[in-house]
């Protein structure tokens, strides 16, 4: 085994490989290094917000496996059980998701209160709470009272000062670039402030800033091959919240994960989170959208935007309307007053089955990827550094690895529901028009 192991990135695939690997090797060195301190009140990982859907709900068996696993952890371990919810799940259904997902728990050998509802009988459940929202072209509608959610930041944040405590090295830092040997072996990296952080092996769990990171360091190295290419692309989606009433959050205060599952040429599907402790309700959007940009000269690649935060808190009114559709395809004339508060930008990494990228950079020695959540990493957060170890140490199964790998054949995105189709400067505010 390495002895010094660099992990770029805290979000959860960096934290939980810190994590796993702390409690494997307690005296190994293990270093996260992060643009954001874990405890700041506003990060750029999209595994910081204020909460995420925990749900098995697949109809890929492999992460419905790897989903159950997870949550089994979440239901149980003292360091996850505080900040799991398990509300159940309301699914809108517009294809055979509900029958796939019931068949995949039977071939698991899972049992769970999980049933595909006629839409007539669905909406009454819940105290009809999703009555009013748009059913059209839904066959039925899965319910899975097993599945939930997690305060996400918060969780992020209790794993990562437990990793700390168990002897993790936490450097916050911006990371410039990746250094390399002059054999081409990556060993660390260097900062913006020009400091370099090296180890055995360099593990980046960057999510959509690792496109931009490989463009940076492939041309500080001269190794072109470092290049993401089309494998990965960043993407955005808008999140939002309202403040709940007294008397709204007594009706919604125990309602499930809502989710409006659409067809790929409709778009990505569309969720509804129950109210937090703040009484805040929150949606995410319909439209997953590319930053197309020159990061450097000649090259253009999709980024978040150059601010330091992603300018995650700058929406612009398009966005914002994104939200209130899904408040309205959700709720319909009961959230017709409600008023949008909080507005955020969540940026992942994407590739074009949905797939994880978790495997060694075939253009480095010492450089492995573990990233691509593609807005659906969060829910395997305790179990995804048991596999990042395992493929660090040649042990993933050969289905994962396959699965997984840097350099696979990938279908075509027009099959994939969640890619980013729009462009954000197409979603931005429309200039003021010039007086005459």
């Known amino acids: 085994m390495a002895s010094s192991y660099l992990i770029v990135g805290a979000g959860v695939f960096g934290v939980s490989t810190a994590y796993h690997l702390i409690k494997k090797y307690p005296s190994a060195s293990v270093t996260i290094v992060d643009r954001d301190s874990y405890d700041a009140d506003s ?15 697949y109809d890929d068996i492999v992460y419905c496996q790897l989903a159950l696993e997870a949550q089994d952890i979440f239901k149980t371990d003292p360091l996850w059980q505080p900040y799991f919810h398990e509300t159940g799940i309301y699914w809108i259904c517009r294809s055979e998701y509900a029958q796939d997902v019931i068949d995949n728990y039977k071939k698991l050998g899972r049992k769970a209160e999980l049933s595909a509802v006629p839409v007539d009988e669905a909406r009454k459940m819940f105290s009809g709470l999703f009555d009013d929202a748009d059913y059209s072209g839904v066959k039925e509608v899965l319910v899975n009272k097993t599945s939930g959610w997690a305060n996400a930041g918060d969780a992020l944040r209790a794993v990562t000062k437990r990793s700390i405590e168990l002897g993790v090295k936490y450097v916050t830092a911006d990371v410039a670039t990746l250094k390399f040997e002059p054999s081409g072996r990556c060993t660390g990296v260097k900062t913006e402030k020009g400091d370099v952080l090296t180890a055995d092996k360099v593990v980046l769990c960057t999510g959509a800033f690792t496109p931009r990171l490989l463009e940076q360091s492939a041309q500080s190295s001269g190794n072109a091959d470092l290049r993401v290419g089309d494998r990965i692309v960043a993407g955005g989606i808008t999140t ?61 690649i999709s980024a978040p935007p150059p601010e330091r935060d992603y300018g995650q808190w700058n929406v612009a009114g398009p966005l914002k309307q994104d939200i209130q559709f899904a408040n309205n395809v959700f709720y319909g004339k009961n959230g017709a007053n409600w008023k949008m508060e909080k507005h955020r930008i969540c940026w992942d990494a994407f590739t074009t089955s949905s797939d994880f990228i978790i495997s060694p950079h075939v253009a480095a020695k010492g450089l492995y990827i573990a990233t691509c959540g593609s807005f659906h990493g969060y829910k395997f957060f305790p179990v995804l550094g048991k ?50």
């Open 387 to 436: 596999y990042v170890l395992q493929m660090l140490e040649g042990e993933l199964s050969k289905e994962l690895k396959e699965k997984w790998a840097w350099d696979r054949e990938r279908p075509d995105p027009a099959l994939n529901p969640d890619w980013p189709r729009w462009e954000m400067k197409d979603l931005l505010d429309a200039p003021p028009k010039a007086k005459l």
């Open 43 to 57: 990060r750029v990982a999209a595994s910081w917000d204020w909460n995420k859907v925990v749900r098995a709900d």
């Open 240 to 300: 939002g919240m309202t403040t709940l009433d007294d008397e709204s959050y007594k009706r919604f205060a125990k309602m499930p994960v809502g989710v409006q599952g659409y067809t790929a040429s409709t778009g990505p599907f569309i969720g509804s989170l129950p109210p937090t402790r703040d009484r805040e309700l929150k949606w995410w959007g319909q439209k997953i959208f590319k930053n197309t940009q020159e990061v450097l000269p000649g090259r253009y």
